[in-house]
């Protein structure tokens, strides 16, 4: 802790216990706030976050890993037991087909009859499924699911760095969400209603709740009840508690640790599913968007917890669940009540978890780690860029993209290179905050929607020409990134992704669907100067060359996007090679040390926020101007996921990595070709995109680029004739004693490089000369160490090496 | 003599445990200075302490300005320089890389200009006297993972250097040296101080600290229990006691 002036724990506690404490007095002693907190639909969905965050509390405890995709995997139980009650399907992902790209050719080649044999997409159990049957099933699916995040993917990644695990979690969410999507399109689905409880209302006397609700309420408190049984009184729960202090504690009481993971993430996939299904019956209805959403209030409710708290996680749970209902009330009823527009201001109940989550990290959280506390581990390696990148990188990528951009490329083609573009520019800013400072942002998309909507504004409303408001859009992401940097300044590594996160979700609800912002159904318009309006079919004369071929999109707004990520490739690989960039990998690899060094951590830490919004808010702003309207869509906190997605694939750590990434994102060029040249719907986008996440940080976690870099090092050093010989270990001893003169016996590498010779030198003969005269004269070293050491040197003396590998 | 650093009463505290505890120690201009003492005595707590990384209680006063409110990279720009028990060099950068990060201080403007021209050529003396002293000029361009052991510890101690600060606390530098390259290591500390750079060493190397330290200080549950040359400190009962005491124990 560097500032000793931090608020004393009684303060600490007893500020947010009293704020809650007033906030539940004033709730309770109005009527219809208390009605509409204590709500049936509040508590469903309170025990629906609870059981989140208490699947959450689960696999943290057992595996140190914060599961982003916990709420995903209730939505997808609930569609599994859907599945069969509706029709007795057990749906399969949809993995991509190996065969199919040899469809793909043969079609390409003109046959297009030809088909090879379909993927099973499902397994068949006869017709719709009664309750007990269908619910077993799916919570057997739910454990074999748990079973296979813990062997194929988090297991290999219990050593990984936090942002392997954040990013594997991600990838786990995108994909489930993609898997229904494809399967069930994004449109609600019915669920029919649990058997043995109904929609009667149950008078409790303080409310009123229905019999469905009450169920699924205390169906969560009797799993909080047992799992705090289970990890709190039982062997299990103490091997456990063993294992996370280190993998030999479990092994004593007899458990194996891989094991006991393998338990929890069953369990909370187990816990998580039962919820989901539970919950969906109770409303009927499950889509793929709204459940997954909830891992905010889950996290946010399990941070209250300390991730091991099932009793305060629970109750913070249901609050934050409950809050929600409270919250749409005072919307419509209170005049205090924030407005836009007339309107209330939509989504407050969003800002809630945000602002437990701030406040909870602000008084716990530490600016910089204390000792023994892991740091992020190593992240991909990011390399400076070589003199000849930088000369020919930027005229090169100009010229590929360019000539077949303006001149040959069909206009879907086009698209999607614009597309690529703009996604280069999105993982750039991610290039910078994660691969340079390693600060995990899930909010990237957010900070350009924020400039976008006020490219939008300032361009239609307050006539700014081009490329004014681009400047102005990118210093709102600014303050934003700067905003979001000041919880950053104190948390780090997960932590960091959650508030993010939430920041994410709440800014889409508040400022993207806020139609006093947004523009309402059709959107904002941007005023886009003709010449970039990617709808202008019109072609341009420039210097005897006709530009354009009177289709969609204007080739004049490739142009434009493409001098934009060249100039700001540029300054990210100059960031990389620059003093700031220095400071930022060293704050990466090491908080503390940084500090030590010198480096104001917090400030730099701001600058790389302050940065990478800007290269965002540009993004978004040329986002807008492409396209002339500006929708929410674009912006929403699952794109931010899948940017986040497709950088880590390419490399998160180089202008390279960025622009391999933006060739993979949604709608780019890598999508482009495969849904031209081999059919591959949309919907794979996704689903690719979190498949190949998992794969890149199980597997390969330097990505694409950084994966081809080193296979690039390996071959040319296998081709290269073998270089001299390393020098030898010592070294030290070797080259003292070649370029050992009397005059300088302490200076040993001037002349002497280490390669010249392997001449064997006896290293005792380093010393003969004596030191260079001190003023203050000591007895040689030699003699006193020893006659020194014989006194004192005993114990700790004796054995130097262990005492100082010790930590 | 000036004096460079000075606590006062100063204690770390960690839940119940003092691992620190009202210790007063001196460290004045131009002197090397051993602070020893067993395993768990409270050493990598002082440095932690009068560098910035925990909290402390009493004064410490630097220069001749009171520093223990300061957060850690105002100490270290002060002056106050340390290296880690446990090595933590910045992985991704080169040898000179690290060194740079010590050695440099970043402005507003140069933050502006380095996004335009990042190799504009910059002051290097300061990281070529550093890897000189130490000996691992020739390392320079590598990265930490490629070099030996005991060539990252003078690393991490040549980044602490480069920043040419008045003081430098170093935690166990010298483990896992031999005696070859301890003695070597020994004759290094002095080049060090002779350049105007005063030291606390902290080691177990009885032989080095000994061998090369002006006076030393030995603590055992953070408390002072000796103080003097290191001829007084290695003829003293208690220092015997505690350190036979430990033997006994483990
Ligand atoms: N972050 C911490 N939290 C709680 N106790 C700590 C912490 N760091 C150190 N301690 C305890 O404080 C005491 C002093 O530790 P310290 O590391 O300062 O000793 P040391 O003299 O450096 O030992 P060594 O020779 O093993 O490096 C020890 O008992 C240690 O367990
Ligand atoms: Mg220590």
């Given at each position: 802790m560097t500032r000793p002036r931090t608020p004393s724990a009684r303060l600490r506690t007893g500020v947010p216990a009293l704020v809650v404490v007033a906030l539940l007095a004033v709730i309770l002693a109005k009527g219809d706030y208390r009605a509409n907190f204590f709500s049936g639909g509040g508590f469903a969905l309170g025990a629906l976050v609870a059981a989140i965050a208490l699947g959450v509390v689960v696999t943290y405890r057992g595996s140190g890993v914060v599961n982003l995709a916990g709420a995903a995997v209730a939505m997808y139980a609930a569609y599994v037991y859907a599945d069969l009650r509706a029709h007795g399907d057990l749906f399969l992902p949809p993995?991509?087909?190996?065969l199919a790209p040899i469809e793909g050719l043969v079609h390409l080649a003109g046959d297009d009859s030809f088909a090879v044999p379909h993927w099973p997409t499902s397994v068949s159990f006869g017709t719709a499924m009664g309750f007990w049957p269908a619910l077993v099933l799916a919570l057997v699916f739910c454990a074999l699911f748990g079973l296979v995040l813990h062997v194929a993917v988090f297991r290999p990644l219990r050593h990984a760095p936090v942002l392997a695990k954040v990013v594997a979690s991600v990838g786990v969410l995108l994909f489930l969400q993609a898997v229904v999507v494809r399967r069930f399109s994004t449109t609600t689905q019915v669920v029919g209603p649990l058997p043995f409880v109904d929609k009667t209302q149950v008078d409790l006397g303080l409310f009123k709740i229905t019999q469905e609700q009450l169920f699924v309420v205390c169906l969560v408190l009797v799993l909080a009840v047992a799992l705090w049984a289970l990890f709190g009184r039982s062997r299990f729960g103490l091997a456990v508690r063993a294992a996370a202090e280190n993998e030999k504690g479990a092994t004593v009481l007899g458990f194996s640790a891989d094991r006991l993971a393998a338990a929890t993430w069953v369990l909370s996939t187990v816990v998580t599913g039962l919820l989901g299904i539970f919950v969906a019956s109770v409303n009927s209805a499950v889509d793929p968007n709204t459940m997954p959403a909830l891992i905010v209030p889950a996290v946010t409710a399990a941070l209250v917890g300390g991730f091991t708290s099932f009793g305060w996680t629970t109750l913070a749970a249901f609050g934050l669940g409950m809050q929600v209902s409270l919250v749409t009330f005072l919307g419509a009823n209170e005049s205090w009540f924030p407005k836009a527009g007339g309107l209330p201001v939509p989504g407050v109940d969003l800002l809630v978890p945000l602002v437990v989550i701030v406040a909870v990290l602000a008084l716990r959280g530490q600016s910089l780690p204390t000792r023994?506390?892991?740091?992020?581990?190593?992240l991909p390696f990011s390399p400076s860029a070589r003199p000849w990148a930088l000369r020919y990188g930027g005229p090169g990528l100009a010229v590929v993209a360019l000539i077949p951009g303006v001149f040959f490329l069909s206009p879907a083609m086009r698209d999607g290179l614009t597309n690529t573009l703009t996604g280069i520019v999105i993982c750039l800013s991610i290039v910078v905050l994660t691969g340079f400072i390693g600060q995990i942002s899930l909010a990237q998309t957010s900070f350009a929607g924020l400039s976008a909507y006020t490219v939008a504004s300032l361009s239609t409303h307050h006539g700014w020409p081009f490329p004014l408001p681009i400047l102005a859009g990118a210093a709102v992401a600014v303050v934003a990134g700067v905003l979001v940097a000041l919880p950053a300044l104190r948390v780090r590594g997960v932590h960091l992704a959650i508030a993010t996160l939430a920041f994410a979700v709440a800014v889409d609800k508040v400022v993207f669907a806020n139609s006093w912002i947004n523009g309402g159904f059709d959107g904002a318009t941007v005023t886009t100067p003709d010449l970039l309006r990617s709808q202008d079919t019109a072609t341009h004369e420039f210097l005897g060359v006709t530009i354009g071929d009177g289709t969609q999109p204007n080739p004049l707004t490739l142009v434009f996007c493409l001098v934009v990520v060249v100039a700001l490739g540029y300054l990210v690989a100059n960031l990389r090679r620059s003093l700031t960039g220095r400071q930022m990998l060293a704050i990466r690899s090491n908080e503390r040390a940084a500090a030590a060094a010198g480096v104001n951590v917090a400030a730099v830490k701001v600058l790389a926020f302050g940065v990478s919004a800007f290269i965002a808010g540009v993004g978004g702003a040329v986002i807008a101007y492409r396209t002339g309207n500006v929708t929410p869509d674009k912006f929403l906190y699952d794109k931010s996921l899948m940017f986040f997605a497709f950088a880590y694939l390419g490399g998160i750590a180089s202008v390279t990595g960025a622009v391999t990434g933006g060739l993979l994102v949604g709608g780019g060029l890598g999508f482009t070709v495969l849904n031209q040249v081999f059919g591959l719907p949309d919907e794979f986008v996704l689903l690719l995109g979190g498949l190949g996440l998992v794969v890149t940080a199980v597997l390969n976690p330097e990505g694409v680029a950084g994966k081809a870099r080193t296979d690039l090092l390996a071959l040319r050093r296998r081709l290269r004739?073998?270089?001299?010989?390393?020098?030898?270990?010592s070294t030290d001893s070797a080259t003292m004693a070649d370029s050992s003169t009397p005059a300088e016996p302490?200076?040993?590498?001037d002349t002497a490089t280490p390669t010249t010779g392997p001449t064997p030198t006896v290293p005792s003969a380093a010393p003969t000369p004596n030191a260079a005269p001190t003023p203050n004269a000591a007895p040689t070293p030699v003699a006193s160490g020893s006659a020194a050491g014989s006194h004192v040197s005993g114990s700790a003396g004796a054995t130097p090496a262990v005492a100082g590998e010790a930590r | 003599m000036t004096e460079l650093l000075r606590t006062e009463a100063m204690s770390v505290v960690y839940g119940g445990l003092h691992?620190?505890?009202g210790l007063d120690l001196r460290v004045d201009e131009g002197r090397l200075v051993g602070l020893i003492g067993p395993n768990g005595a409270g050493k990598t707590s002082f440095i932690d302490g009068i560098s910035g990384f925990t909290r402390t209680q009493g004064a410490i006063h630097f220069r001749g300005r009171r520093v223990d409110r300061e957060p850690a990279h105002r100490r270290a720009r002060l002056g106050l320089g340390r290296t880690w028990q446990s090595l933590?060099?910045?992985?991704?950068?080169t040898v000179r890389e690290n060194l740079q990060v010590g050695a440099e201080r970043q402005t507003v403007g140069g933050f502006l200009l380095d996004l335009v021209r990042p190799g504009r050529q910059r002051d290097q003396t300061d990281v070529d006297w550093a890897l000189d002293v130490l000996g691992i000029a020739h390392l320079a361009d590598r990265l930490p993972t490629e070099i030996s052991h005991g060539q990252r510890k003078l690393v991490g101690a040549g980044r602490t250097l480069a920043a040419r600060p008045a003081l430098i606390c170093m935690d166990e530098p010298a483990a896992g040296l031999d005696t070859t390259e301890s003695e070597q290591f020994g004759r290094r500390l002095r080049r060090i101080v002779d350049a105007g750079v005063s030291i606390l060493l902290v080691d177990h190397d009885m032989g080095l600290v000994m061998g090369v330290c002006d006076e030393v200080y030995v603590i055992e549950f953070g408390t002072r229990i000796a103080h003097g040359t290191p001829a007084q400190v290695v003829a003293d009962e208690k220092v015997r006691a505690a350190y036979l005491g430990t033997k006994a124990a483990s």
């Amino acid at each position: 802790m560097t500032r000793p002036r931090t608020p004393s724990a009684r303060l600490r506690t007893g500020v947010p216990a009293l704020v809650v404490v007033a906030l539940l007095a004033v709730i309770l002693a109005k009527g219809d706030y208390r009605a509409n907190f204590f709500s049936g639909g509040g508590f469903a969905l309170g025990a629906l976050v609870a059981a989140i965050a208490l699947g959450v509390v689960v696999t943290y405890r057992g595996s140190g890993v914060v599961n982003l995709a916990g709420a995903a995997v209730a939505m997808y139980a609930a569609y599994v037991y859907a599945d069969l009650r509706a029709h007795g399907d057990l749906f399969l992902p949809p993995l991509p087909n190996p065969l199919a790209p040899i469809e793909g050719l043969v079609h390409l080649a003109g046959d297009d009859s030809f088909a090879v044999p379909h993927w099973p997409t499902s397994v068949s159990f006869g017709t719709a499924m009664g309750f007990w049957p269908a619910l077993v099933l799916a919570l057997v699916f739910c454990a074999l699911f748990g079973l296979v995040l813990h062997v194929a993917v988090f297991r290999p990644l219990r050593h990984a760095p936090v942002l392997a695990k954040v990013v594997a979690s991600v990838g786990v969410l995108l994909f489930l969400q993609a898997v229904v999507v494809r399967r069930f399109s994004t449109t609600t689905q019915v669920v029919g209603p649990l058997p043995f409880v109904d929609k009667t209302q149950v008078d409790l006397g303080l409310f009123k709740i229905t019999q469905e609700q009450l169920f699924v309420v205390c169906l969560v408190l009797v799993l909080a009840v047992a799992l705090w049984a289970l990890f709190g009184r039982s062997r299990f729960g103490l091997a456990v508690r063993a294992a996370a202090e280190n993998e030999k504690g479990a092994t004593v009481l007899g458990f194996s640790a891989d094991r006991l993971a393998a338990a929890t993430w069953v369990l909370s996939t187990v816990v998580t599913g039962l919820l989901g299904i539970f919950v969906a019956s109770v409303n009927s209805a499950v889509d793929p968007n709204t459940m997954p959403a909830l891992i905010v209030p889950a996290v946010t409710a399990a941070l209250v917890g300390g991730f091991t708290s099932f009793g305060w996680t629970t109750l913070a749970a249901f609050g934050l669940g409950m809050q929600v209902s409270l919250v749409t009330f005072l919307g419509a009823n209170e005049s205090w009540f924030p407005k836009a527009g007339g309107l209330p201001v939509p989504g407050v109940d969003l800002l809630v978890p945000l602002v437990v989550i701030v406040a909870v990290l602000a008084l716990r959280g530490q600016s910089l780690p204390t000792r023994g506390v892991l740091g992020p581990g190593r992240l991909p390696f990011s390399p400076s860029a070589r003199p000849w990148a930088l000369r020919y990188g930027g005229p090169g990528l100009a010229v590929v993209a360019l000539i077949p951009g303006v001149f040959f490329l069909s206009p879907a083609m086009r698209d999607g290179l614009t597309n690529t573009l703009t996604g280069i520019v999105i993982c750039l800013s991610i290039v910078v905050l994660t691969g340079f400072i390693g600060q995990i942002s899930l909010a990237q998309t957010s900070f350009a929607g924020l400039s976008a909507y006020t490219v939008a504004s300032l361009s239609t409303h307050h006539g700014w020409p081009f490329p004014l408001p681009i400047l102005a859009g990118a210093a709102v992401a600014v303050v934003a990134g700067v905003l979001v940097a000041l919880p950053a300044l104190r948390v780090r590594g997960v932590h960091l992704a959650i508030a993010t996160l939430a920041f994410a979700v709440a800014v889409d609800k508040v400022v993207f669907a806020n139609s006093w912002i947004n523009g309402g159904f059709d959107g904002a318009t941007v005023t886009t100067p003709d010449l970039l309006r990617s709808q202008d079919t019109a072609t341009h004369e420039f210097l005897g060359v006709t530009i354009g071929d009177g289709t969609q999109p204007n080739p004049l707004t490739l142009v434009f996007c493409l001098v934009v990520v060249v100039a700001l490739g540029y300054l990210v690989a100059n960031l990389r090679r620059s003093l700031t960039g220095r400071q930022m990998l060293a704050i990466r690899s090491n908080e503390r040390a940084a500090a030590a060094a010198g480096v104001n951590v917090a400030a730099v830490k701001v600058l790389a926020f302050g940065v990478s919004a800007f290269i965002a808010g540009v993004g978004g702003a040329v986002i807008a101007y492409r396209t002339g309207n500006v929708t929410p869509d674009k912006f929403l906190y699952d794109k931010s996921l899948m940017f986040f997605a497709f950088a880590y694939l390419g490399g998160i750590a180089s202008v390279t990595g960025a622009v391999t990434g933006g060739l993979l994102v949604g709608g780019g060029l890598g999508f482009t070709v495969l849904n031209q040249v081999f059919g591959l719907p949309d919907e794979f986008v996704l689903l690719l995109g979190g498949l190949g996440l998992v794969v890149t940080a199980v597997l390969n976690p330097e990505g694409v680029a950084g994966k081809a870099r080193t296979d690039l090092l390996a071959l040319r050093r296998r081709l290269r004739p073998p270089a001299p010989a390393d020098p030898p270990t010592s070294t030290d001893s070797a080259t003292m004693a070649d370029s050992s003169t009397p005059a300088e016996p302490l200076i040993p590498a001037d002349t002497a490089t280490p390669t010249t010779g392997p001449t064997p030198t006896v290293p005792s003969a380093a010393p003969t000369p004596n030191a260079a005269p001190t003023p203050n004269a000591a007895p040689t070293p030699v003699a006193s160490g020893s006659a020194a050491g014989s006194h004192v040197s005993g114990s700790a003396g004796a054995t130097p090496a262990v005492a100082g590998e010790a930590r | 003599m000036t004096e460079l650093l000075r606590t006062e009463a100063m204690s770390v505290v960690y839940g119940g445990l003092h691992a620190v505890n009202g210790l007063d120690l001196r460290v004045d201009e131009g002197r090397l200075v051993g602070l020893i003492g067993p395993n768990g005595a409270g050493k990598t707590s002082f440095i932690d302490g009068i560098s910035g990384f925990t909290r402390t209680q009493g004064a410490i006063h630097f220069r001749g300005r009171r520093v223990d409110r300061e957060p850690a990279h105002r100490r270290a720009r002060l002056g106050l320089g340390r290296t880690w028990q446990s090595l933590e060099l910045f992985e991704d950068l080169t040898v000179r890389e690290n060194l740079q990060v010590g050695a440099e201080r970043q402005t507003v403007g140069g933050f502006l200009l380095d996004l335009v021209r990042p190799g504009r050529q910059r002051d290097q003396t300061d990281v070529d006297w550093a890897l000189d002293v130490l000996g691992i000029a020739h390392l320079a361009d590598r990265l930490p993972t490629e070099i030996s052991h005991g060539q990252r510890k003078l690393v991490g101690a040549g980044r602490t250097l480069a920043a040419r600060p008045a003081l430098i606390c170093m935690d166990e530098p010298a483990a896992g040296l031999d005696t070859t390259e301890s003695e070597q290591f020994g004759r290094r500390l002095r080049r060090i101080v002779d350049a105007g750079v005063s030291i606390l060493l902290v080691d177990h190397d009885m032989g080095l600290v000994m061998g090369v330290c002006d006076e030393v200080y030995v603590i055992e549950f953070g408390t002072r229990i000796a103080h003097g040359t290191p001829a007084q400190v290695v003829a003293d009962e208690k220092v015997r006691a505690a350190y036979l005491g430990t033997k006994a124990a483990s």
